[in-house]
């Protein structure tokens, strides 16, 4: 079993950048595929990015490509979220996810889940 948490959240103006961070325990980090979602009020949970176990192929929902970046940190067992030319669209709560299969778009096909970090961009 793995417990994650997020941390790095906050609050900046539009144009700003973050830096959301994953912390995972348990043991077998390396074999995970690690997703970012997120949900903003009112609205249901969306994907943001996933990364697959060996770090070597990454996607992004359209609404962050080019400003977004996923990375992880295996011998930190770390997943990391680069947040850049945020939006006030870009304002959610922040969750990260990890998966025993191949990396997803697909929420459903995650095991775990963290608790989420709140992230504000105000214009």
């Known amino acids: 079993q793995v417990q994650l948490v997020e941390s790095g959240g906050g609050s900046v103006q539009a144009g700003g950048s973050l830096r959301l961070s994953c912390a995972a325990s348990?043991?077998?980090?390396?074999?995970?595929?690690m997703g970012w979602f997120r949900q903003a009020p009112g609205k249901e949970r969306e994907f943001v990015a996933a990364?697959?176990?060996?770090?070597?192929?990454?996607f992004y929902a359209d609404s962050v490509k080019g400003r977004f970046t996923i990375s992880r940190d295996d011998a930190k067992n770390t997943v990391y979220l680069q947040l850049n030319s945020l939006k006030p669209e870009d304002t959610a709560v922040y969750y990260c996810?990890?998966?025993?299969?191949?990396?997803?778009?697909?929420?459903?096909?995650?095991?775990?889940w963290g608790q989420g970090t709140q992230v504000t961009v105000s214009s």
């Open positions: 348990g043991r077998g980090f390396s074999s995970y595929a």
């Open positions: 996810a990890a998966s025993r299969g191949y990396y997803s778009s697909n929420s459903g096909r995650y095991d775990y």
């Open positions: 990364i697959n176990w060996r770090g070597a192929s990454t």
